[in-house]
Protein backbone atom coordinates (compact mmCIF):
# COMPACT_ATOMS: atom_id res chain seq x y z
CA UNK A 1 0.00 0.00 0.00
CA UNK A 2 1.02 3.60 -0.95
CA UNK A 3 -0.22 6.72 0.09
CA UNK A 4 -2.58 8.84 -1.90
CA UNK A 5 -2.04 12.63 -1.78
CA UNK A 6 -5.74 14.31 -1.73
CA UNK A 7 -6.67 17.74 -3.70
CA UNK A 8 -5.70 19.54 -1.08
CA UNK A 9 -2.12 20.27 -0.57
CA UNK A 10 -1.97 19.35 2.76
CA UNK A 11 -4.05 16.13 3.07
CA UNK A 12 -2.84 13.03 3.08
CA UNK A 13 -4.04 9.19 3.52
CA UNK A 14 -2.31 5.53 4.52
CA UNK A 15 -4.16 2.38 3.88
CA UNK A 16 -4.38 1.26 8.17
CA UNK A 17 -2.35 -1.73 7.26
CA UNK A 18 0.72 0.20 6.14
CA UNK A 19 0.25 2.39 9.38
CA UNK A 20 0.05 -1.08 11.57
CA UNK A 21 3.13 -2.26 9.99
CA UNK A 22 5.10 0.58 10.66
CA UNK A 23 4.10 0.94 14.54
CA UNK A 24 4.79 -2.56 14.89
CA UNK A 25 8.10 -2.10 14.17
CA UNK A 26 8.30 0.84 16.18
CA UNK A 27 7.42 -1.10 19.34
CA UNK A 28 9.76 -4.08 19.11
CA UNK A 29 12.30 -1.56 18.14
CA UNK A 30 11.07 0.03 20.86
CA UNK A 31 11.40 -3.07 23.24
CA UNK A 32 14.56 -4.48 22.15
CA UNK A 33 16.97 -1.51 23.09
CA UNK A 34 15.77 -0.43 26.49
CA UNK A 35 18.37 1.46 28.27
CA UNK A 36 21.40 -0.86 30.05
CA UNK A 37 23.98 -0.22 32.32
CA UNK A 38 27.23 1.06 29.91
CA UNK A 39 29.84 1.86 33.06
CA UNK A 40 32.86 4.26 31.98
CA UNK A 41 33.16 7.35 29.67
CA UNK A 42 31.23 7.70 26.74
CA UNK A 43 33.46 8.20 23.13
CA UNK A 44 32.60 11.22 21.51
CA UNK A 45 33.71 13.01 17.81
CA UNK A 46 35.76 16.28 19.13
CA UNK A 47 38.29 18.94 18.34
CA UNK A 48 39.92 21.59 20.50
CA UNK A 49 39.91 23.97 17.15
CA UNK A 50 36.91 25.18 15.44
CA UNK A 51 36.07 22.53 13.05
CA UNK A 52 33.89 21.89 10.41
CA UNK A 53 30.08 20.86 10.92
CA UNK A 54 29.84 16.57 10.19
CA UNK A 55 29.07 16.43 6.64
CA UNK A 56 26.73 14.27 4.67
CA UNK A 57 27.65 14.18 1.62
CA UNK A 58 24.92 14.36 -1.19
CA UNK A 59 24.46 14.04 -4.51
CA UNK A 60 26.22 17.01 -5.61
CA UNK A 61 29.32 15.85 -3.82
CA UNK A 62 29.40 19.05 -1.88
CA UNK A 63 26.58 20.20 0.77
CA UNK A 64 27.92 23.88 0.98
CA UNK A 65 28.69 25.49 -2.54
CA UNK A 66 26.29 24.80 -4.91
CA UNK A 67 28.12 22.09 -7.68
CA UNK A 68 25.97 22.51 -11.13
CA UNK A 69 23.73 24.79 -12.81
CA UNK A 70 19.98 23.15 -11.79
CA UNK A 71 17.00 23.11 -14.15
CA UNK A 72 14.31 25.91 -12.90
CA UNK A 73 10.97 25.00 -12.10
CA UNK A 74 8.92 22.62 -9.77
CA UNK A 75 7.10 22.03 -6.56
CA UNK A 76 8.89 20.74 -3.74
CA UNK A 77 7.07 18.75 -1.52
CA UNK A 78 8.31 17.97 2.36
CA UNK A 79 7.34 17.22 5.18
CA UNK A 80 7.96 18.45 9.43
CA UNK A 81 7.41 17.47 12.50
CA UNK A 82 6.42 20.86 14.56
CA UNK A 83 4.57 23.44 13.14
CA UNK A 84 6.94 26.76 14.32
CA UNK A 85 3.57 28.43 15.76
CA UNK A 86 4.04 31.72 13.59
CA UNK A 87 6.70 32.26 11.09
CA UNK A 88 8.22 35.18 13.04
CA UNK A 89 11.44 34.18 13.98
CA UNK A 90 12.72 37.17 15.27
CA UNK A 91 10.25 36.63 18.56
CA UNK A 92 10.32 32.66 17.73
CA UNK A 93 11.84 30.13 20.32
CA UNK A 94 10.98 27.03 18.31
CA UNK A 95 14.24 25.50 17.77
CA UNK A 96 12.41 22.97 15.23
CA UNK A 97 10.82 26.00 13.64
CA UNK A 98 14.10 27.51 11.86
CA UNK A 99 14.44 25.24 9.12
CA UNK A 100 12.40 28.08 6.97
CA UNK A 101 14.46 31.00 7.94
CA UNK A 102 16.97 31.21 4.58
CA UNK A 103 13.29 30.75 2.60
CA UNK A 104 11.99 34.29 3.49
CA UNK A 105 15.29 35.68 5.28
CA UNK A 106 18.46 37.04 4.69
CA UNK A 107 21.22 37.87 7.09
CA UNK A 108 23.69 40.18 7.07
CA UNK A 109 26.51 38.06 7.00
CA UNK A 110 27.38 34.67 6.42
CA UNK A 111 29.28 31.79 7.66
CA UNK A 112 31.26 29.49 5.50
CA UNK A 113 32.01 25.96 6.28
CA UNK A 114 35.18 26.84 8.23
CA UNK A 115 33.45 29.76 10.61
CA UNK A 116 34.56 32.31 9.11
CA UNK A 117 32.54 35.34 8.77
CA UNK A 118 31.56 36.30 5.05
CA UNK A 119 29.48 39.36 3.14
CA UNK A 120 25.92 38.73 2.53
CA UNK A 121 23.65 41.82 2.42
CA UNK A 122 26.63 43.63 3.95
CA UNK A 123 29.37 44.02 1.20
CA UNK A 124 32.22 44.60 3.61
CA UNK A 125 32.46 46.26 7.53
CA UNK A 126 35.14 47.46 9.93
CA UNK A 127 35.15 47.23 13.64
CA UNK A 128 36.70 49.76 15.82
CA UNK A 129 39.96 49.41 17.90
CA UNK A 130 37.68 49.27 20.90
CA UNK A 131 35.67 46.47 19.35
CA UNK A 132 32.44 48.63 20.16
CA UNK A 133 31.32 49.82 17.26
CA UNK A 134 30.67 48.20 14.16
CA UNK A 135 30.31 49.85 10.35
CA UNK A 136 28.88 47.75 7.89
CA UNK A 137 28.54 48.74 4.15
CA UNK A 138 25.30 47.58 2.57
CA UNK A 139 24.11 46.02 -1.06
CA UNK A 140 22.45 48.99 -2.44
CA UNK A 141 20.16 46.37 -4.79
CA UNK A 142 18.50 44.26 -2.54
CA UNK A 143 14.60 45.07 -1.66
CA UNK A 144 12.02 43.29 0.60
CA UNK A 145 9.15 41.45 -1.44
CA UNK A 146 6.87 44.43 -0.82
CA UNK A 147 9.23 46.84 -2.53
CA UNK A 148 10.54 48.31 0.19
CA UNK A 149 14.34 49.01 -0.35
CA UNK A 150 16.86 47.10 1.88
CA UNK A 151 19.20 50.14 3.76
CA UNK A 152 20.79 51.50 7.10
CA UNK A 153 17.33 52.38 7.97
CA UNK A 154 16.10 48.65 7.37
CA UNK A 155 19.15 47.24 9.90
CA UNK A 156 18.32 50.29 12.63
CA UNK A 157 14.73 48.72 12.65
CA UNK A 158 15.21 45.43 12.72
CA UNK A 159 18.00 45.59 15.11
CA UNK A 160 15.65 47.81 17.82
CA UNK A 161 12.94 45.63 17.43
CA UNK A 162 14.63 42.58 18.01
CA UNK A 163 16.80 44.48 21.07
CA UNK A 164 13.54 45.72 22.34
CA UNK A 165 11.82 43.86 25.07
CA UNK A 166 8.35 44.39 24.51
CA UNK A 167 9.01 42.46 21.19
CA UNK A 168 9.47 39.19 24.05
CA UNK A 169 12.47 37.81 21.73
CA UNK A 170 13.89 35.84 24.76
CA UNK A 171 16.88 34.24 23.13
CA UNK A 172 17.31 36.84 20.21
CA UNK A 173 17.84 39.53 23.04
CA UNK A 174 20.18 37.86 24.91
CA UNK A 175 22.03 37.43 21.69
CA UNK A 176 22.57 40.84 20.79
CA UNK A 177 22.19 42.14 24.46
CA UNK A 178 25.07 44.56 24.31
CA UNK A 179 23.74 46.09 21.09
CA UNK A 180 22.78 49.58 22.29
CA UNK A 181 21.74 51.54 18.81
CA UNK A 182 22.44 51.87 15.37
CA UNK A 183 23.06 54.62 13.72
CA UNK A 184 22.74 55.51 9.50
CA UNK A 185 25.45 57.26 8.22
CA UNK A 186 24.08 57.40 4.92
CA UNK A 187 21.78 55.08 2.68
CA UNK A 188 23.82 52.24 2.56
CA UNK A 189 26.33 52.69 5.43
CA UNK A 190 25.28 51.54 9.01
CA UNK A 191 26.38 51.88 12.34
CA UNK A 192 26.30 49.44 14.98
CA UNK A 193 27.19 50.51 18.98
CA UNK A 194 27.86 48.48 21.53
CA UNK A 195 27.58 48.85 24.74
CA UNK A 196 30.97 46.19 25.88
CA UNK A 197 33.02 44.51 23.05
CA UNK A 198 31.44 41.50 22.49
CA UNK A 199 33.25 38.58 20.13
CA UNK A 200 30.28 36.82 19.05
CA UNK A 201 28.34 39.51 17.44
CA UNK A 202 29.12 39.14 13.95
CA UNK A 203 27.84 35.21 14.45
CA UNK A 204 24.77 35.94 16.37
CA UNK A 205 23.55 37.88 13.22
CA UNK A 206 24.62 34.93 10.96
CA UNK A 207 21.66 33.11 12.26
CA UNK A 208 18.46 32.56 11.42
CA UNK A 209 16.53 34.68 14.48
CA UNK A 210 18.49 37.63 12.66
CA UNK A 211 17.40 37.79 9.29
CA UNK A 212 15.77 41.22 8.11
CA UNK A 213 11.62 41.82 8.08
CA UNK A 214 10.51 44.79 5.69
CA UNK A 215 10.93 47.90 8.41
CA UNK A 216 7.08 48.96 6.85
CA UNK A 217 5.99 45.82 7.73
CA UNK A 218 7.44 45.78 11.56
CA UNK A 219 5.69 49.73 11.69
CA UNK A 220 2.54 49.62 10.05
CA UNK A 221 1.77 45.73 10.23
CA UNK A 222 3.61 44.05 13.13
CA UNK A 223 1.01 41.32 13.98
CA UNK A 224 1.27 39.98 10.45
CA UNK A 225 4.50 39.11 10.96
CA UNK A 226 3.64 35.82 12.50
CA UNK A 227 1.40 34.70 9.48
CA UNK A 228 3.14 36.37 6.39
CA UNK A 229 6.16 37.77 6.85
CA UNK A 230 7.84 40.16 4.49
CA UNK A 231 11.81 39.58 4.20
CA UNK A 232 14.37 39.66 0.93
CA UNK A 233 15.11 36.05 0.83
CA UNK A 234 14.63 33.96 -2.36
CA UNK A 235 10.92 32.69 -1.44
CA UNK A 236 7.64 34.42 -0.40
CA UNK A 237 4.70 32.89 1.97
CA UNK A 238 1.61 32.33 -0.38
CA UNK A 239 0.34 30.90 2.45
CA UNK A 240 0.70 29.32 6.42
CA UNK A 241 -2.11 27.32 7.56
CA UNK A 242 -1.66 26.64 11.51
CA UNK A 243 -1.24 22.78 12.08
CA UNK A 244 -1.46 21.90 8.11
CA UNK A 245 1.42 23.70 6.48
CA UNK A 246 2.55 26.57 4.66
CA UNK A 247 3.44 27.39 0.92
CA UNK A 248 6.64 29.27 -0.14
CA UNK A 249 6.62 30.74 -3.91
CA UNK A 250 9.82 31.42 -5.78
CA UNK A 251 10.55 35.51 -6.15
CA UNK A 252 11.45 36.00 -9.66
CA UNK A 253 14.22 38.88 -8.77
CA UNK A 254 16.41 37.53 -6.27
CA UNK A 255 19.91 37.75 -6.95
CA UNK A 256 22.12 38.70 -4.02
CA UNK A 257 22.33 34.77 -2.26
CA UNK A 258 25.37 34.67 -0.28
CA UNK A 259 28.28 34.72 -2.89
CA UNK A 260 29.87 31.88 -0.46
CA UNK A 261 26.89 29.43 -1.86
CA UNK A 262 27.75 30.71 -5.91
CA UNK A 263 24.65 30.29 -6.54
CA UNK A 264 23.36 33.56 -8.70
CA UNK A 265 20.40 34.55 -9.54
CA UNK A 266 16.37 33.63 -8.29
CA UNK A 267 16.25 29.89 -6.66
CA UNK A 268 15.33 27.19 -9.00
CA UNK A 269 11.99 25.72 -7.39
CA UNK A 270 8.96 27.50 -8.39
CA UNK A 271 7.05 26.21 -5.12
CA UNK A 272 7.87 24.82 -1.84
CA UNK A 273 5.11 22.68 -0.16
CA UNK A 274 5.41 22.10 3.62
CA UNK A 275 2.93 19.85 5.67
CA UNK A 276 3.56 19.46 9.19
CA UNK A 277 3.39 15.80 9.95
CA UNK A 278 4.32 14.82 13.51
CA UNK A 279 3.76 11.02 12.94
CA UNK A 280 7.35 9.98 12.80
CA UNK A 281 6.10 7.02 10.80
CA UNK A 282 3.67 8.76 8.45
CA UNK A 283 6.68 10.83 7.42
CA UNK A 284 8.95 8.10 6.57
CA UNK A 285 6.44 6.34 5.11
CA UNK A 286 5.17 9.32 2.64
CA UNK A 287 8.53 9.81 1.61
CA UNK A 288 9.51 6.09 0.97
CA UNK A 289 6.14 6.10 -1.37
CA UNK A 290 7.42 9.15 -3.08
CA UNK A 291 4.63 11.14 -1.70
CA UNK A 292 6.80 13.52 -0.08
CA UNK A 293 10.32 14.73 -1.77
CA UNK A 294 12.08 15.50 1.12
CA UNK A 295 11.37 15.29 5.27
CA UNK A 296 13.23 17.66 7.57
CA UNK A 297 12.52 14.94 10.52
CA UNK A 298 13.60 11.88 9.17
CA UNK A 299 12.93 9.02 11.97
CA UNK A 300 15.88 7.56 13.98
CA UNK A 301 14.37 4.15 13.71
CA UNK A 302 14.00 4.40 10.20
CA UNK A 303 17.44 5.75 9.68
CA UNK A 304 19.18 2.68 8.45
CA UNK A 305 16.47 1.53 6.29
CA UNK A 306 17.04 5.51 4.69
CA UNK A 307 20.69 4.61 3.88
CA UNK A 308 19.91 1.19 2.33
CA UNK A 309 17.23 2.69 -0.57
CA UNK A 310 19.35 3.57 -3.47
CA UNK A 311 16.84 6.14 -3.68
CA UNK A 312 17.27 8.17 -1.08
CA UNK A 313 19.60 10.11 1.09
CA UNK A 314 19.97 10.78 4.36
CA UNK A 315 22.02 13.92 5.96
CA UNK A 316 22.62 14.13 9.63
CA UNK A 317 24.51 16.91 11.27
CA UNK A 318 25.59 18.34 14.72
CA UNK A 319 24.19 21.57 15.40
CA UNK A 320 26.47 24.12 16.88
CA UNK A 321 26.43 25.27 20.47
CA UNK A 322 24.51 23.70 23.12
CA UNK A 323 23.70 19.86 22.87
CA UNK A 324 20.35 18.05 23.92
CA UNK A 325 19.88 18.25 27.68
CA UNK A 326 17.83 16.20 29.79
CA UNK A 327 16.25 17.41 33.14
CA UNK A 328 16.90 21.20 33.74
CA UNK A 329 17.91 21.14 37.87
CA UNK A 330 16.52 24.33 39.78
CA UNK A 331 19.60 25.00 41.92
CA UNK A 332 18.10 27.45 43.96
CA UNK A 333 15.60 24.71 45.34
CA UNK A 334 15.73 21.35 47.54
CA UNK A 335 17.43 18.84 46.67
CA UNK A 336 18.98 20.33 43.94
CA UNK A 337 20.98 23.07 45.83
CA UNK A 338 22.90 20.60 47.11
CA UNK A 339 25.86 19.63 43.70
CA UNK A 340 25.99 16.37 45.55
CA UNK A 341 22.71 15.57 44.54
CA UNK A 342 23.29 17.19 40.83
CA UNK A 343 25.97 15.01 40.30
CA UNK A 344 24.91 11.56 42.11
CA UNK A 345 22.12 12.55 39.23
CA UNK A 346 24.14 12.87 36.35
CA UNK A 347 25.90 9.94 36.88
CA UNK A 348 23.24 7.65 37.67
CA UNK A 349 22.09 8.45 34.23
CA UNK A 350 22.94 5.44 31.78
CA UNK A 351 23.37 7.76 28.26
CA UNK A 352 24.62 5.31 26.31
CA UNK A 353 20.95 3.60 26.93
CA UNK A 354 18.87 6.88 26.38
CA UNK A 355 20.75 7.75 23.27
CA UNK A 356 19.84 4.14 21.45
CA UNK A 357 16.53 4.19 22.89
CA UNK A 358 16.06 7.51 21.44
CA UNK A 359 18.30 7.94 18.29
CA UNK A 360 18.71 4.29 17.37
CA UNK A 361 22.44 4.39 16.95
CA UNK A 362 22.20 7.90 15.27
CA UNK A 363 22.97 10.08 18.22
CA UNK A 364 26.32 10.86 20.20
CA UNK A 365 26.16 10.35 23.69
CA UNK A 366 27.42 13.70 26.01
CA UNK A 367 28.49 14.06 29.17
CA UNK A 368 30.07 18.13 28.65
CA UNK A 369 28.21 20.88 27.53
CA UNK A 370 29.16 22.14 24.74
CA UNK A 371 28.35 20.83 21.18
CA UNK A 372 31.59 19.00 19.58
CA UNK A 373 32.06 20.93 16.67
CA UNK A 374 31.29 24.46 18.45
CA UNK A 375 34.49 26.39 17.98
CA UNK A 376 36.75 26.43 21.37
CA UNK A 377 34.67 23.30 22.12
CA UNK A 378 37.12 21.57 25.03
CA UNK A 379 37.08 17.37 24.49
CA UNK A 380 38.93 16.96 28.33
CA UNK A 381 35.86 17.79 29.87
CA UNK A 382 34.09 14.96 28.34
CA UNK A 383 33.25 11.52 30.17
CA UNK A 384 33.87 13.04 34.07
CA UNK A 385 30.62 12.40 34.40
CA UNK A 386 30.03 9.11 32.64
CA UNK A 387 27.80 6.26 34.17
CA UNK A 388 28.79 5.03 37.73
CA UNK A 389 26.31 3.99 39.86
CA UNK A 390 28.91 3.45 42.73
CA UNK A 391 29.75 7.12 42.73
CA UNK A 392 25.96 7.94 42.60
CA UNK A 393 25.68 6.34 45.56
CA UNK A 394 28.50 7.33 47.70
CA UNK A 395 28.28 10.96 46.90
CA UNK A 396 24.38 10.49 48.36
CA UNK A 397 25.55 8.91 51.12
CA UNK A 398 28.25 11.98 51.21
CA UNK A 399 25.20 14.47 51.06
CA UNK A 400 23.32 12.41 54.39
CA UNK A 401 20.94 11.00 52.25
CA UNK A 402 21.27 7.78 54.05
CA UNK A 403 18.06 6.52 55.33
CA UNK A 404 15.70 4.11 53.39
CA UNK A 405 11.40 3.98 53.63
CA UNK A 406 9.53 1.16 52.68
CA UNK A 407 9.14 1.78 49.31
CA UNK A 408 12.97 1.76 49.21
CA UNK A 409 13.60 5.79 48.58
CA UNK A 410 16.31 7.49 50.52
CA UNK A 411 15.58 9.96 53.35
CA UNK A 412 17.34 12.18 55.72
CA UNK A 413 15.82 14.08 58.54
CA UNK A 414 12.54 11.68 58.12
CA UNK A 415 12.37 13.06 54.53
CA UNK A 416 11.84 11.09 51.52
CA UNK A 417 14.89 12.50 48.50
CA UNK A 418 12.09 13.20 46.21
CA UNK A 419 11.78 15.94 43.11
CA UNK A 420 8.95 16.75 41.10
CA UNK A 421 8.91 17.28 37.20
CA UNK A 422 6.70 19.94 35.14
CA UNK A 423 4.66 19.08 32.05
CA UNK A 424 2.27 20.38 30.40
CA UNK A 425 -1.18 19.32 31.60
CA UNK A 426 -1.92 16.03 28.92
CA UNK A 427 1.10 16.11 27.30
CA UNK A 428 2.79 12.41 27.21
CA UNK A 429 5.87 11.78 29.20
CA UNK A 430 9.14 12.28 26.76
CA UNK A 431 10.59 8.72 26.52
CA UNK A 432 14.02 11.05 28.03
CA UNK A 433 12.20 11.68 31.57
CA UNK A 434 10.86 8.07 31.77
CA UNK A 435 14.12 6.38 31.64
CA UNK A 436 15.87 8.96 33.60
CA UNK A 437 12.70 8.75 36.15
CA UNK A 438 13.73 4.47 36.20
CA UNK A 439 17.60 5.72 36.65
CA UNK A 440 16.91 7.62 39.53
CA UNK A 441 14.54 5.24 41.32
CA UNK A 442 18.48 2.95 41.04
CA UNK A 443 20.17 5.12 43.35
CA UNK A 444 16.28 5.53 45.70
CA UNK A 445 15.98 9.13 44.34
CA UNK A 446 11.94 9.54 43.44
CA UNK A 447 11.21 11.70 40.32
CA UNK A 448 7.27 12.41 39.95
CA UNK A 449 5.53 13.86 37.40
CA UNK A 450 2.94 16.84 37.78
CA UNK A 451 0.35 18.05 34.98
CA UNK A 452 -0.59 21.30 35.11
CA UNK A 453 -2.20 23.72 32.35
CA UNK A 454 0.50 25.32 30.77
CA UNK A 455 -0.23 29.33 31.76
CA UNK A 456 0.12 27.47 35.39
CA UNK A 457 3.63 26.10 34.04
CA UNK A 458 5.04 29.34 32.59
CA UNK A 459 4.05 30.90 36.31
CA UNK A 460 5.82 28.33 38.05
CA UNK A 461 9.07 28.68 35.45
CA UNK A 462 8.96 32.54 35.51
CA UNK A 463 8.57 32.57 39.65
CA UNK A 464 11.27 29.32 40.00
CA UNK A 465 9.09 27.25 42.50
CA UNK A 466 10.07 24.40 40.58
CA UNK A 467 12.55 21.47 41.05
CA UNK A 468 12.51 19.72 37.46
CA UNK A 469 11.89 21.12 34.11
CA UNK A 470 11.73 18.78 31.09
CA UNK A 471 14.61 18.21 28.94
CA UNK A 472 15.00 20.75 26.07
CA UNK A 473 17.18 23.20 24.24
CA UNK A 474 17.87 25.88 22.09
CA UNK A 475 20.60 26.58 19.02
CA UNK A 476 23.10 29.72 18.97
CA UNK A 477 26.22 28.78 16.85
CA UNK A 478 28.92 29.76 19.17
CA UNK A 479 30.36 28.80 22.43
CA UNK A 480 28.70 31.95 23.87
CA UNK A 481 25.53 29.81 24.34
CA UNK A 482 27.01 28.51 27.67
CA UNK A 483 26.78 32.27 28.57
CA UNK A 484 22.90 32.11 27.64
CA UNK A 485 22.03 29.27 29.61
CA UNK A 486 24.19 29.67 32.71
CA UNK A 487 25.14 33.02 33.07
CA UNK A 488 23.26 34.36 36.22
CA UNK A 489 22.06 37.92 34.11
CA UNK A 490 20.12 35.33 32.00
CA UNK A 491 17.93 33.66 35.14
CA UNK A 492 14.00 34.91 34.11
CA UNK A 493 13.16 37.99 35.46
CA UNK A 494 10.41 40.64 35.48
CA UNK A 495 12.78 42.71 32.73
CA UNK A 496 14.15 39.22 30.49
CA UNK A 497 12.63 36.05 29.86
CA UNK A 498 16.31 34.49 30.28
CA UNK A 499 17.54 30.81 29.26
CA UNK A 500 18.67 29.87 32.45
CA UNK A 501 16.13 27.66 33.60
CA UNK A 502 18.87 25.82 36.30
CA UNK A 503 18.52 29.70 38.03
CA UNK A 504 22.66 28.59 38.67
CA UNK A 505 24.39 31.77 40.18
CA UNK A 506 28.59 30.60 40.42
CA UNK A 507 30.35 34.13 40.48
CA UNK A 508 33.24 32.39 38.80
CA UNK A 509 31.61 30.90 35.68
CA UNK A 510 30.22 34.56 35.55
CA UNK A 511 33.68 35.94 35.14
CA UNK A 512 34.67 33.33 32.41
CA UNK A 513 32.06 34.13 30.40
CA UNK A 514 31.77 37.99 30.84
CA UNK A 515 35.13 38.21 29.90
CA UNK A 516 35.00 35.29 26.63
CA UNK A 517 32.33 37.74 25.25
CA UNK A 518 34.42 40.54 25.38
CA UNK A 519 37.56 39.06 23.93
CA UNK A 520 38.99 38.59 20.76
CA UNK A 521 42.10 37.22 20.78
CA UNK A 522 41.44 33.10 20.17
CA UNK A 523 44.29 32.06 22.35
CA UNK A 524 42.35 33.73 25.20
CA UNK A 525 39.22 32.35 24.07
CA UNK A 526 40.15 28.91 23.91
CA UNK A 527 41.02 29.30 27.76
CA UNK A 528 38.28 31.04 28.96
CA UNK A 529 35.91 28.30 27.29
CA UNK A 530 38.06 25.60 28.61
CA UNK A 531 37.67 26.45 31.86
CA UNK A 532 33.98 27.73 31.86
CA UNK A 533 33.49 23.90 30.24
CA UNK A 534 35.13 22.30 33.30
CA UNK A 535 33.39 24.60 36.04
CA UNK A 536 30.39 22.96 34.58
CA UNK A 537 31.32 19.79 34.90
CA UNK A 538 31.88 20.37 38.53
CA UNK A 539 28.64 22.75 39.47
CA UNK A 540 26.12 20.11 36.85
CA UNK A 541 23.54 22.58 36.67
CA UNK A 542 21.82 20.31 34.29
CA UNK A 543 22.13 16.45 32.81
CA UNK A 544 23.90 16.76 29.41
CA UNK A 545 22.16 13.44 27.18
CA UNK A 546 23.52 13.51 23.75
CA UNK A 547 24.68 15.78 20.59
CA UNK A 548 21.74 17.93 19.41
CA UNK A 549 21.71 16.43 16.31
CA UNK A 550 19.12 16.64 13.31
CA UNK A 551 18.03 13.85 10.41
CA UNK A 552 17.29 15.13 7.05
CA UNK A 553 16.02 13.01 4.24
CA UNK A 554 15.50 13.16 0.50
CA UNK A 555 14.86 11.23 -2.61
CA UNK A 556 18.28 11.31 -4.83
CA UNK A 557 16.43 13.68 -7.45
CA UNK A 558 16.37 16.30 -5.30
CA UNK A 559 19.41 18.37 -6.20
CA UNK A 560 21.71 21.21 -5.07
CA UNK A 561 20.55 20.69 -1.69
CA UNK A 562 23.04 22.84 0.90
CA UNK A 563 23.29 23.23 4.74
CA UNK A 564 22.92 26.62 6.51
CA UNK A 565 26.72 27.02 8.55
CA UNK A 566 25.20 28.87 11.15
CA UNK A 567 21.84 26.70 12.10
CA UNK A 568 22.58 22.99 9.76
CA UNK A 569 19.19 23.22 8.30
CA UNK A 570 18.90 22.66 4.51
CA UNK A 571 19.61 25.64 2.40
CA UNK A 572 17.38 25.56 -0.92
CA UNK A 573 18.33 28.28 -2.50
CA UNK A 574 20.38 26.07 -5.53
CA UNK A 575 17.91 23.12 -4.93
CA UNK A 576 16.35 21.48 -8.04
CA UNK A 577 14.56 18.12 -9.05
CA UNK A 578 16.02 16.17 -11.51
CA UNK A 579 12.84 15.15 -12.61
CA UNK A 580 9.54 16.08 -14.06
CA UNK A 581 7.87 17.14 -11.33
CA UNK A 582 3.87 19.63 -11.23
Known amino acids: MVMKRDSSIFGYGMAAARINRYRLILVLSSALILPACSPGPTTQKSSTQRTEPEVAQGPAGNDYVAQEEGRSGGTLRFSVAVDPGGLDLQTSLVLNGSWFGHLIYDNLVYLDNKG ?9 WTISPDGKTYTFYL ?17 RVNLARIRDPATKSPLATAMIAPYVDGKVIDKYTFQANLREPYSPFLYVLAQSPMGLVSPRQIEEAPKSLQEKPIGTGPFVVEKYTRLQGVTFVRREDYHWAPPFIQ ?4 AYLQRIEVSFIPEAMVRYASLDADQFDLTMDAPPQDAAVIRANPNLVLASRIMAGNPMRGPTLNTQREPFNDVRVRRALACA ?4 GITRMMGFGEYQPKTDFLASNTPYYDPTAQGILHYDMAEANRLLDEAGWTGRDSSGYRTKDGKRLTAEVLMTQSA ?16 GMEITLAEMPNAQRLIHRDQ ?3 QILGNYTAHTNTADGLYLYYHSKQIISDKLIGQNLTRLQDPELDDLLDRARQSTDPVVLKALYSQAQHRLVELVPTIPLYENEILIAYQKYVRGVLYDTSDSWPLLTAAWLDKERS
Open 116 to 124: NIQPWLAKS
Open 139 to 155: RDDVTFSDGTPFDAEAV
Open 263 to 266: HDGP
Open 349 to 352: IDRE
Open 428 to 443: TPSLVIIAIQSDARKI
Open 464 to 466: GTY
